[in-house]
């Protein structure tokens, strides 16, 4: 159906990012706009916030094959991508709440950092939106530079060495992903990935050349690797989780839902013409890689930041086997599942960890302790919010993994047998067990034991900081009893 | 592949590579311009050939977009990076490989590069027949990249690895140019803004002393 929802949804984080720049030149506004900036940042992310919202009626309506589109731009939402646009816009939405008591300013100013984080949510609703391979790498290469700036906001030292490897190791990935779009378009003259599928002469140029076509498929998983963190390409992350203000790491939990999802719209069609087991072996490889990696250097960190950083290294390898199990049918479900969820969870416990480092001005695990008796709330969201992300039941992470185990059985019991089948799920659950281990860890060397001198005076944070991460960890309980909610987005309830 | 290709696409690898050994941010500056300038000219000579023998709208539009592009990768993010240098300072120093490891290094990328336009030059397409040189010059960039200190010849480095692609990225959409032009001015300035900024933090130009400990 068509219908300028999808198109509104960029516009209105869009203009209302262009009316803070705006403001720029008119320094003597400067004072006011500082009173106003923090509920300028949260309107603007709430009325984003309705207006995806108000896209949900209709697909779920529709069911499967329900499409809200702007062919001319080739913007579609659908239940593919709506479970993770509306992801984005209420993590946007819940970090703009804390921000209003968390920013404190840096870099950048309060209007310049406006328009910034607004940019950013227009490029991953793009992100997610498109369906034409420039407008992928156009919005890719967008999100990428607006979050190198966002991540030199921080007036630190840590800032700027961060930013400066970010931007060189993603936009040169960055390059990897224009090649690889460069390719299939000069081979098919369409940019359109629906047209792609659907047209039986693209396929066929397509089939006739597919060393091309495997290297625009390797072009994307290494471009887009990188981009989101996956290993061997993650040298950034470990650095801009510390080097980043705590809100802003906030906002950039939901940038993996966009880059996840935007390497599986790349790579899924092209399977689906050429159906190699080359590219499911990339796509599995680059997630087993990084979960095994991911959670065995999270376990020796000492500073949080460093510890999430890699934990959701972790993170991204799930989402990333799940979504690279192409041939089974549960793949696309469970990836987007645990995708959103991991999302959700993980801006949760980054939230309440920026809490804390708000109040005692340190990451050290060391120099922490005893903070439970002190910062109830945000202790009990950090927990509650770890534990689902290791898949405890009754919480959402809980399913997530079921989803994951389910997929991955059936996957390999028909590639391998039963036996290989057993053993993946026996490599799986230790990896789970792993990350388990460490936040638990981390969770009683934050909350629990005794109080450090120097932190006696520590109270717990104001509720426009505390509350999102209650949200999240309600969301956490809410999906668990009842994950319908997230699957019946997905298309799958 | 027309000979003139050949020579444009010739001369810019040919700055490419100087870019591997020169030692001052300055020179690896003008290479950046004299690369991109040679890679974009032979697009830019069909698209003034083609208005002033069509004389039609539809040549001008394509002349001018194809100006656009030139003019952006051979002056305009030069001289974004040259003003970041005017901002902080012009380095001299040599790459972090040494000179025997780096001639390897390369000696490799050549050969590895021969090989592959050997292998592929019988079923390349023709609309990609200039893939081989992209891919040199793409090795090349990425290794400029990959090696330097200062961290003004990495943002060098990342233009040319841009600049490289440009033989296929003449073929796609003239809409996307404007937004593509967009986009590489964009990075530059971000990148800019951050060496600028820490060079304010640090002192120095040398990204090996920028580095922290918890």
Known sequence: MYSLLPLLSLIVPFSIGILHLLL??????????????????????????????SMVPYILAGGESARLEVPQLSLYANSTNIAGVVGVALIFFLASIYNVKAEKGGRLKP?????????????????????DLFGIYLFVELTVGVSVILVAHNPSKLSTEAAFKYLII????????????????????????????????????????PLFLMLAVACFIIGLGADIGLIPFHGWLPDVFPG????????FCAEPIALILALYKLVYPFYRIYPSNAIIAMMIGAGLVSMVSGALLAYPQRNFYRMLAYCSIDEFGHAVFALGLLTSSMSFITGQFYLVNSALMKTGMILSLGSVFFNTGTGNMDLLGGLFGKMKKTALSYIICALSLTGVPPL???????????????FLLDLGGILVAVLALIFLVCISMISFIFL????????????????????????TMWLPTAVLAATSILLGLQPNILLSLIGAA | METIVVVALTISTFATLCGVFV??????????????????????????????????FEGLIDFSATFAEWFASAAVSPLIIYWGMVKTENMSDKPVVSVRRGGILLIAIIVSNIILCIFTSSFLPAKIDALPFVALMFSLSVFITAT????????????????????????????LIPFMLGLMIFVNVVGVFIITEAYRDYGTMSIKKWRWTD
């Not at chain 1, 950092?113 to 939106?129: D, K, Q, R, S, V």
């Not at chain 1, 980043?244 to 906002?251: H, K, W």
């Not at chain 1, 959402?396 to 991955?408: E, Q």
Request: proline residues 2%; contains cysteine; positive net charge.
């Open chain 1, 244 to 251: 980043s203000s705590i809100i802003i790491n906030g906002f």
């Open chain 1, 111 to 131: 209007n310049m950092y406006n328009f910034f984080l607004l940019l950013f949510l227009c490029c991953m609703l793009g992100l997610l939106l498109s369906h």
């Open chain 2, 23 to 56: 030692k001052t941010t300055r020179q690896i500056i003008r290479l950046l311009s004299i690369q991109a300038a040679a890679i974009g000219l032979v697009e830019l000579m069909f698209c003034l050939i083609n208005l002033l023998t069509g004389l039609g």
């Open chain 1, 440 to 463: 638990i860890r981390s969770f009683h060397r934050i909350f629990m034991g005794q109080t450090a001198e120097n932190m006696q005076k520590v109270n717990e944070v104001h509720l």
């Open chain 2, 148 to 175: 330097q200190v200062d961290p003004l010849k990495i943002l060098v480095g990342l233009n040319m690895a841009e600049n490289s692609l440009y033989p296929l990225f003449a073929e796609s959409p003239l809409v």
């Open chain 1, 24 to 53: 720029y030149p008119f320094w003597f506004l400067e004072s006011f706009f500082k009173k106003i900036e923090k509920i300028a940042l949260l309107s603007g992310t709430s009325l984003t916030l309705i207006t995806v919202l």
């Open chain 1, 170 to 209: 993603t936009a040169v990935s960055a390059l990897f992903v224009l090649l690889g779009v460069l390719i299939i378009f000069i081979l098919t003259g369409s940019s359109n990935l629906f047209a792609i599928i659907n047209d039986t002469n693209i396929q066929t140029r397509l089939i006739e050349n």
């Open chain 1, 396 to 410: 959402s992470g809980f399913y997530a993994k079921w989803l994951l185990y389910n997929a991955a059985y059936k």
